[in-house]
T-cell receptor, first 113, second 113 residues
Framework: SQKIEQNSEALNIQEGKTATLTCNYT??????LQWYRQDPGRGPVFLLL?????KEKRKERLKVTFDTTLKQSLFHITASQPADSATYLC????????????FGTGTKLQVIP | DGGITQSPKYLFRKEGQNVTLSCEQN?????MYWYRQDPGQGLRLIYY???????QKGDIAEGYSVSREKKESFPLTVTSAQKNPTAFYLC????????????FGPGTRLTVL
């Protein structure tokens, strides 16, 4: 079955630097991959979706890449701010047929002023 | 103001009691989902519904039941058969059951006393 791996250790970076989070998956490549942000005690909020035929997607300070050869997606936040501190989840479809989405465990990002 | 709501935010239950968590959306979405989130774990899918009067089991459906009598509503019942019900429960909806963004509610934290 498809598995998603996100770094379970928290990522601490200095304000203004670029944060890079990793999402690896096993088995077949998903048709699409999504990134969500989750704050403590709240529901996840959608950030970006990237399809298998797209190499890169950008939205303001966010950038997502998708490498089907490496079976990996990278999520970048440039010019990071303390307000970016949260847990970031990646999610992808696991069936190839009916597209049921599965979520990774998330990586906690802490931006230090 | 469009969105997805869950109630209550906090819920306490005695062992052996059934309890129903509410989920309502006014986004006119066809698909709705229930997830469970435990510390250090990703979101795990309990049930999902692609359309009114239809729903399917997710990965951890045992001890839970749902109904989808109206497009806007997808209540989840946690039965006494659920062995470890204390968790954070999240409801989500999407336009369709495909590569669509999922919109999450604020969540219900259930504690069994």
């Amino acid at each position: 079955s498809q598995k998603i791996e996100q770094n379970s250790e928290a990522l601490n970076i200095q304000e203004g630097k670029t944060a890079t989070l990793t999402c690896n998956y096993t088995n077949y490549s998903p048709a699409y991959l999504q990134w969500y942000r989750q704050d403590p005690g709240r529901g996840p909020v959608f950030l970006l979706l990237i399809r298998e035929n797209e190499k890169e997607k950008r939205k303001e300070r966010l950038k997502v890449t998708f490498d089907t050869t490496l079976k990996q997606s990278l999520f970048h936040i440039t010019a990071s701010q303390p307000a970016d501190s949260a847990t970031y989840l990646c999610a992808l479809d696991i069936s190839g047929g009916y597209q049921k989405v599965t979520f990774g465990t998330g990586t906690k990002l802490q931006v230090i002023p | 103001d469009g969105g997805i709501t869950q109630s209550p935010k906090y819920l306490f239950r005695k062992e052996g009691q059934n309890v129903t968590l509410s989920c309502e959306q006014n986004l006119n979405h066809d698909a709705m989902y229930w997830y469970r989130q435990d510390p250090g774990q990703g979101l795990r899918l309990i049930y999902y519904s692609q359309i009114v009067n239809d729903f399917q089991k997710g990965d951890i459906a045992e001890g839970y039941s749902v109904s989808r009598e109206k497009k806007e509503s997808f209540p989840l019942t946690v039965t006494s058969a659920q062995k470890n019900p204390t968790a954070f429960y999240l409801c989500a909806s999407s336009l369709s059951a495909g590569p669509d963004t999922q919109y999450f509610g604020p969540g219900t934290r259930l504690t069994v006393l």
